[in-house]
């Protein structure tokens, strides 16, 4: 059973890194308040998630903040924008997909 649970695993890998790369990648910028990924295919949707770790204003601990948003290229520019309303977090990571080819 293991066996067969690390080949699925392995297939994941496989297709995750060697299929993605038959196209071109997303460009993702940083705004002060925003992130905006170029390069997706034009008329696509884009999924976007963030996480952040950040100060409590007062006290000595932190918290996490969680985004995850589904962006349509409206526009057909192959540009969307994910707008923070606040200042993008120092201490964060971030992962944007074209839904279209899997970049």
Do not use: E, Y
């Not at 299929?19 to 990648?25: D, K, R």
């Not at 170029?38 to 999924?47: C, G, H, K, M, P």
């Amino acid at each position: 059973m293991r066996v067969a649970g690390f080949c699925r695993v392995l297939r994941a890998v496989f297709l995750a890194l060697v299929v993605p790369s038959l196209s071109a990648a997303p460009v993702v910028s940083f705004g002060a308040r925003s992130i905006t990924a170029s390069q997706v295919t034009q008329n696509a949707n884009v999924v976007l998630f963030g996480v952040a770790r950040v100060a409590i204003p007062g006290a000595s601990m932190t918290k996490i903040l969680r985004w995850h948003r589904v962006l349509a290229d409206a526009n057909h520019t192959g540009v969307v924008t994910f707008d923070l309303g606040t200042d993008v977090p120092l201490f964060s990571v971030w992962a944007v997909v074209d839904t279209t080819n899997g970049q």
